[in-house]
């Protein structure tokens, strides 16, 4: 997976190359809190988070089993 620009001001691009066809995003904020969830394709995939505050967030990868498949951070600055 391939994450970027990062930091940037909340518009992200993740290439994946993951071929499972029922893989979810979620990205959380630092508190823990859900702030994005959605299908992941293979290929490029344009996330806005831009109407989130400036700060660090945890993206997660996950199955439809709810597994983790991979994970890292994302920072917002504005």
């Known amino acids: 997976m391939n994450v970027y620009p990062n930091p940037n001001n909340g518009s992200f691009i993740i290439e994946s190359i993951i071929s499972d066809p029922n893989k979810v995003l ?8 859900n702030v994005l969830k959605q299908e992941l394709k293979v290929s ?8 989130q505050p400036n700060g660090m967030y945890i993206y997660k990868v996950v199955s439809a089993n709810n597994d983790l498949i991979e994970y890292g951070k994302i920072i917002i600055e504005k």
């Open 44 to 51: 490029r995939n344009a996330i806005n988070l831009t109407t």
């Open 26 to 33: 979620v990205i959380d904020n630092i508190m823990g809190q």
